[in-house]
């Protein structure tokens, strides 16, 4: 079992950044993803952004491409979610998670998916982020 801590939550102004780290412990495999998943009141937990141990390829959900870089510092068993330009609707529990890689047939790499939480099977507490003014 994986365990996982976020951090770097907190209260920030519409346009402002904040860096949230999910750091892990427990790890046994040197192939698995970390994901980026949050959680507004009364909304379903929608996938955020992923990174894959593996090749450190990333996905990124069409709402925060360009505003949110996902890095991995694999001396610690950390990974970042860098988020600039935030905006009150990324407000939400952000949670961390470990899961599965999937083997892409047409490029031969093994890539993380951010459609199902199923994929899933580790979860950090999460970490509070409010974006308002």
């Known amino acids: 079992q994986v365990q996982l801590a976020e951090s770097g939550g907190g209260l920030v102004q519409p346009g402002g950044s904040l860096r949230l780290s999910c750091a892990a412990s427990?790890?046994?495999?040197?192939?698995?993803?970390i994901g980026w998943f949050r959680q507004a009141p009364g909304r379903e937990r929608e996938g955020v952004s992923c990174?894959?141990?593996?090749?450190?390829?990333?996905a990124y959900v069409d709402s925060v491409k360009g505003r949110f870089t996902i890095t991995r510092d694999s001396t610690k068993n950390t990974v970042y979610l860098q988020m600039a330009s935030l905006k009150p609707e990324d407000t939400g529990v952000y949670y961390c998670?470990?899961?599965?890689?999937?083997?892409?047939?047409?490029?031969?790499?093994?890539?993380?998916?951010?459609?199902?939480?199923?994929?899933?099977?580790?979860w950090g507490q999460g970490t509070q982020v409010t974006v308002s003014s």
């Open positions: 990174i894959s141990t593996t090749d450190d390829g990333t």
């Open positions: 998670a470990a899961g599965f890689l999937f083997h892409a047939v047409t490029t031969g790499r093994y890539v993380c998916t951010l459609g199902s939480t199923d994929e899933y099977f580790d």
């Open positions: 427990g790890v046994t495999s040197n192939d698995y993803a």
